[in-house]
T-cell receptor, first 116, second 111 residues
Framework: DTGVSQDPRHKITKRGQNVTFRCDPISEHNRLYWYRQTLGQGPEFLTYFQNEAQLEKSRLLSDRFSAERPKGSFSTLEIQRTEQGDSAMYLC??????????????FGQGTRLTVV | GDSVTQMEGPVTLSEEAFLTINCTYTATGYPSLFWYVQYPGEGLQLLLKATKADDKGSNKGFEATYRKETTSFHLEKGSVQVSDSAVYFCASYTGRRALTFGSGTRLQVQP
């Protein structure tokens, strides 16, 4: 396993366009997280899944954002009608939650979105 | 809600200097605490962690001790190298949702 992979690594889009990012977690991990990181800030939680169920969404996740994890494996994050304020690094992480606790979260390299 | 506060950077040191990056947290209950490192152009990597009070996490010469009485988890290294130049993030996890990160501290080590 090569770890958490994200695609694309970079995306430049015009304001108002829709974009979709993909995250492939570590294969045996049942939890998958999405974070957003802007310049000079730490990652901010957006949403997370346990298997295919989306368990929580942050208030940061406006109705233009939607995330799915249809088969409990890879996940997609879609942003509709992008705005310049959406420009950020979008990070995906995965971990394994079991009865005894949660493993550490492993992060992908992120997708850098620039809205022009 | 949970929060993590860490010292602002950049921190600029000469090679072989002693490093301290301060981190304090507020949380409901007793969180696990982490330091993540982000090298230029790379993703976040776990550097070290501690899961209960008085635990000391260590890795690659870095150490941090979980201090419940001061709600702190300061990162230290006795002798930094140029290759340690990166952004360091302190984070907490209470098991309820996801990691809560500080804003990051950029470390620049000069030869």
């Amino acid at each position: 396993d090569t770890g958490v992979s994200q695609d694309p690594r970079h995306k430049i889009t015009k304001r108002g366009q829709n974009v979709t990012f993909r995250c492939d977690p570590i294969s045996e991990h049942n939890r998958l997280y999405w974070y957003r990181q802007t310049l000079g800030q730490g990652p901010e939680f957006l949403t997370y899944f346990q298997n295919e169920a989306q368990l929580e969404k942050s208030r940061l996740l406006s109705d233009r954002f939607s995330a799915e994890r249809p088969k409990g494996s890879f996940s997609t994050l879609e942003i509709q009608r992008t705005e310049q304020g959406d420009s950020a690094m979008y990070l995906c992480a995965s971990s394994h939650k079991e009865q005894g606790g949660n493993t550490e979260a492993f992060f992908g390299q992120g997708t850098r979105l620039t809205v022009v | 809600g949970d929060s993590v506060t860490q010292m602002e950077g950049p921190v600029t040191l000469s090679e072989e200097a002693f490093l301290t990056i301060n981190c304090t947290y507020t949380a409901t209950g007793y969180p696990s605490l982490f330091w993540y490192v982000q090298y230029p152009g790379e993703g976040l990597q776990l550097l070290l962690k501690a899961t209960k009070a008085d635990d000391k996490g260590s890795n690659k010469g870095f150490e941090a001790t979980y201090r419940k009485e001061t709600t702190s988890f300061h990162l230290e290294k006795g002798s930094v190298q140029v290759s340690d130049s990166a952004v360091y993030f302190c984070a907490s996890y209470t098991g309820r949702r996801a990691l809560t990160f500080g804003s990051g501290t950029r470390l620049q080590v000069q030869p």
